[in-house]
């Protein structure tokens, strides 16, 4: 499992039991947690079949992140109740934009039902 801190210190601070011993951390520097980071190493090493996103500021990081694993032909989820923004009119057209053309855009639930279902 990949967490994706930003900044790790902090929220390793705030959650020191978050991190397990086979987990990576990646410090995010930019909105797209795939800039000046080791995501895409990563990533190619264990091959996922789709790509769960979830944070904060929807319009900026989450937003550049997903674009970024589609551009990268990945199958992109946003977990729609584990994304914020302190702009909900930002967060709200970014949800709309994403859904259907970069990401789908689903409940917790329907993340839960299509990993244990493989697709």
């Given amino acids: 499992m990949f967490r ?21 951390v990646l410090v995010k520097k930019r909105y797209s947690a795939f800039f000046g980071t080791d995501l895409d190493t990563l990533l190619s090493t264990i091959q ?10 929807t319009h900026a990081y989450v937003r550049m992140t997903a674009i970024d ?15 914020a923004a302190s702009d909900h009119g930002h967060h709200d057209v970014t949800l709309r934009y994403l859904d259907g053309m970069i990401a789908r855009v689903v409940s917790t639930a329907e993340v839960v039902a299509t990993l244990q279902a493989g697709t």
Avoid at 13 to 21: A, I, K, L, T, Y
Avoid at 48 to 57: E, F, H, K, Q, Y
């Fill in 4 to 24: 994706l801190p930003s900044p790790a210190p902090q929220v390793a601070r705030f959650c020191p039991s978050s991190n397990g011993p086979d987990d990576a």
């Fill in 48 to 57: 996922p079949d789709v790509l769960v996103i979830a944070g904060v500021n």
């Fill in 69 to 83: 694993a589609y551009q990268r032909d990945y199958d992109v989820i946003v977990a729609a109740e584990c994304v």
